[in-house]
């Protein structure tokens, strides 16, 4: 059974800075190697978004909003991928997921065959 399981979420004050963690567990290391790996994020209200994915041969998107502020890596051997995030804003707060096997959709939308359980930022003002 894959688990993904996120750790690193927090509260902490506008420019401060939070890497949030990823654990992959009953995923092959070899299809590990080659997904799409990504993080997205859901405020209240709103609906869920993309922030960055990596792909297996390095390849990475990002978000607009946080391009310039937010940095994705894989640890293949490790099964990890992390997300360092600086000068964090009040508009950054949401549940952090880690997702899968990530792909782009019509619309520019994103979607994963695997999602983790979430971690909470918040950054207040």
């Known amino acids: 059974q894959v688990q993904l399981v996120e750790s690193g979420g927090g509260s902490v004050q506008t420019g401060e800075s939070l890497r949030l963690s990823c654990v992959f567990s009953?995923?092959?290391?070899?299809?590990?190697?080659?997904?799409?790996l990504g993080w997205f994020r859901q405020a209240p209200g709103k609906e869920r978004e993309a922030v960055a994915n990596?792909?297996?041969?390095?390849?990475?998107y990002y978000a607009d909003s946080v391009k310039g502020r937010f940095s994705i890596n894989r640890d293949n051997a490790n099964n990890t991928v992390n997300l360092r995030m600086n000068n964090l804003k009040p508009e950054d707060t949401a549940m952090y997921y880690c997702a899968a096997e990530c792909r782009r959709r019509p619309g520019d939308t994103w979607d994963a065959n695997y999602w983790g359980q979430g971690t909470q930022v918040t950054v207040s003002s």
């Open positions: 990596i792909w297996g041969n390095g390849a990475t």
């Open positions: 009953g995923y092959p290391s070899s299809r590990f190697r080659a997904a799409c």
